[in-house]
């Protein structure tokens, strides 16, 4: 596992997430698409009916402030959980999911403090910017059902001299 901070989110997002009794049993593990593993091409191209609901947590980009202050760099670390339900009626999977979804980041804003990199906590909060959702076009690898996604910030900050010293190893 790698030691950079962004790993160690996307890590820390996945073991929240599998710590719902709900999510874990209605999402197989298989059906949780994640881009930290071993597993080059983890995105299944083809779907079957056991491959849904599919849960994907993707990185969308970041905003980075060098200096947040005289000794603090911060960055707004963008990300989105991508749920695709496969079923069209909107409150068997669509609206529990998305509602154990935003229990999770409940969550996750009291344990963000337990998240360290280099020995020091660095995410300040978590803000859901938006969640789309919609009917999932069939032309999406044959998924015929509702979509939703739960875009969000993790605002993390960073003591400079850290970074600098993590650069020179």
């Not at 191209?45 to 947590?57: A, K």
């Not at 979509?147 to 001299?161: D, I, W, Y």
Request: proline share 4%; aromatic share 10%; with cysteine.
């Amino acid at each position: 596992m790698s030691n950079d901070p962004f790993s160690i989110l996307y890590a820390h997002l996945w073991d929240v997430f599998n710590t719902s009794p709900y999510l874990q049993n209605v999402v197989r593990t298989k059906n949780r698409v994640r881009f930290d593993e071993n597993d080059r091409d983890p995105y299944p191209q083809q779907i079957q009916d056991g491959d849904l609901p599919e849960v994907i947590l993707d990185v969308t980009g970041c905003a980075v402030n060098l200096q947040q202050s005289s000794c603090t760099t911060s960055v707004d670390k963008r990300l989105a959980f991508l749920v695709c339900t496969g079923d069209q009626r909107i409150n068997s999977r669509l609206f529990p999911i998305q509602w154990q979804m935003l229990c999770m980041f409940t969550k996750l804003q009291r344990t963000s403090q337990d998240i360290q990199w280099n020995g020091k906590s660095f995410v300040l909060a978590f803000e859901i910017t938006d969640m789309t959702e919609g009917l999932s076009n069939p032309q999406n690898r044959g998924i015929k059902g509702w979509s939703s996604v739960l875009n969000f910030v993790a605002k993390l900050s960073f003591q400079t001299r850290d970074m600098i010293e993590f650069s020179n190893t």
